[in-house]
């Protein structure tokens, strides 16, 4: 087996409803296979649901269904890569917290969990289906203490 230059045992993705973010957890899980390594989906909900959620304006029900099927989704991508998955939800917002962001949130997500490697997805804000990570992966470049790709 070849020398690997850094170990990992976690790799975190972090998933909206972009299709940036399918790509991510494509490129995630491989990066799990290749170091036998567990993937870290973590679903950032974005500024109007948090809102919607905090105001009572939303049915909850609804809310849950919407996020597993985006982790269904990245867990059927870690399945064909036979990439153990495990999965959280976050906020990517708080009306309350004034530091509280889509990068920050990611990064907090990676030391609670102990990743080790993060992938991030990586696309224009200002780009028509630009989900909530589009603000989150210039954050996470320049503050992440672990490797990052951005794709």
């Known amino acids: 087996m070849p020398r690997r230059p850094i170990g990992v045992d976690l790799v975190l993705v972090p998933v ?3 299709e940036a973010s399918s790509g991510a957890v494509v490129s995630a899980a491989a990066i799990a296979a290749e170091y036998d390594a ?3 989906v973590v679903h950032v909900l974005d500024e109007s649901v948090v809102r919607a959620i905090n105001e009572g304006e939303v049915d909850d029900d609804r ?3 919407d996020g597993e099927a985006i982790v269904e ?5 870690a399945a064909d890569a036979a990439v153990p998955v495990s999965t959280s939800v976050a906020y990517g917002f708080s009306p309350r917290m004034k530091l509280r962001h889509p990068g920050s949130v990611v990064l907090d ?4 969990v102990g990743a080790d490697f993060l ?3 990586r696309e224009p804000p200002d780009a ?3 989900g909530v990570l589009a603000k989150a992966a210039e954050y996470v470049l320049l503050y992440a203490s672990q490797p990052v790709l951005s794709v």
């Open 128 to 130: 028509p289906d630009a």
């Open 63 to 65: 809310v849950a269904a």
């Open 73 to 77: 989704t990245a867990r059927e991508i």
């Open 119 to 121: 992938v991030v997805p």
């Open 38 to 40: 567990t993937l870290h």
């Open 109 to 112: 997500t990676a030391d609670d």
């Open 16 to 18: 909206d409803r972009s």
